[in-house]
T-cell receptor
Framework: AQSVTQPDIHITVSEGASLELRCNYS??????LFWYVQSPGQGLQLLLK??????LVQGIKGFEAEFKRSQSSFNLRKPSVHWSDAAEYFC????????????FGKGTKLSVKP | GAGVSQSPSNKVTEKGKDVELRCDPI?????LYWYRQSLGQGLEFLIY????????KSGLPSDRFSAERTGGSVSTLTIQRTQQEDSAVYLC??????????FGPGTRLTVL
């Protein structure tokens, strides 16, 4: 069965430091992969997505993610974190490829130290 | 353009009452999804509508939960005889292609 694992429940980084949030997936075929961000009391905002092609994808707010098939990973990165990046981040895989529901990881809560 | 909207934003109800939650998807999106977000369970899929096809109800937790989508647009999620464990944030999403789902702000349901 498809699944998504985000090993880190909570991460704290200093403002200006680099960030990497880990995501591992289990999926039989080429996955459709997504990262979403959720600020407190808000809905989910799409940061970036991977369907095919270039394995390094750029998203909004300066985020990028790299798809590594050999490691079944889709880690999210940002070179310099801003205080406004404090939020919860969810990795997801699309069940059934281009349609069907998303399967989400449990999320990683990011705190930013001044 | 307008995003996905949901109403009400908050709903407080008493155990045993029925509730209806509404979702207005992005215009032109053929797919609509309902998810539930709770502290213990994370984000769970509930139901999925794609065009005129029969909905995928595989995520509904019990027969107290049902949903319909009228005219291929607005959707209503109904929970009958609410229980305290139904307390959660109910999120709606819509999609047009490649499963890129856009989410609404959610409805926070509290069952007393």
């Amino acid at each position: 069965a498809q699944s998504v694992t985000q090993p880190d429940i909570h991460i704290t980084v200093s403002e200006g430091a680099s960030l990497e949030l880990r995501c591992n997936y289990s999926y039989g075929a080429t996955p459709y992969l997504f990262w979403y961000v959720q600020s407190p009391g808000q809905g989910l905002q799409l940061l970036l997505k991977y369907f095919s092609g270039d394995t390094l994808v750029q998203g909004i707010k300066g985020f990028e993610a790299e798809f590594k098939r050999s490691q079944s990973s889709f880690n999210l990165r940002k070179p310099s974190v801003h205080w406004s990046d404090a939020a919860e981040y969810f990795c997801a895989v699309g069940r059934g490829g281009s349609q069907g529901n998303l399967i989400f990881g449990k999320g990683t809560k990011l705190s930013v130290k001044p | 353009g307008a995003g996905v909207s949901q109403s009400p934003s908050n709903k407080v109800t008493e155990k045993g009452k029925d509730v209806e939650l509404r979702c207005d998807p992005i215009s032109g999106h053929t797919a609509l999804y309902w998810y539930r977000q709770s502290l213990g369970q994370g984000l769970e899929f509930l139901i999925y509508f794609q065009g005129n096809s029969a909905p995928d109800k595989s995520g509904l937790p019990s027969d107290r939960f049902s949903a319909e989508r009228t005219g291929g647009s607005v959707s209503t999620l109904t929970i009958q005889r609410t229980q305290q464990e139904d307390s959660a944030v109910y999120l709606c999403a819509s999609s047009s292609a490649f499963n890129t789902q856009y989410f609404g702000p959610g409805t926070r349901l509290t069952v007393l």
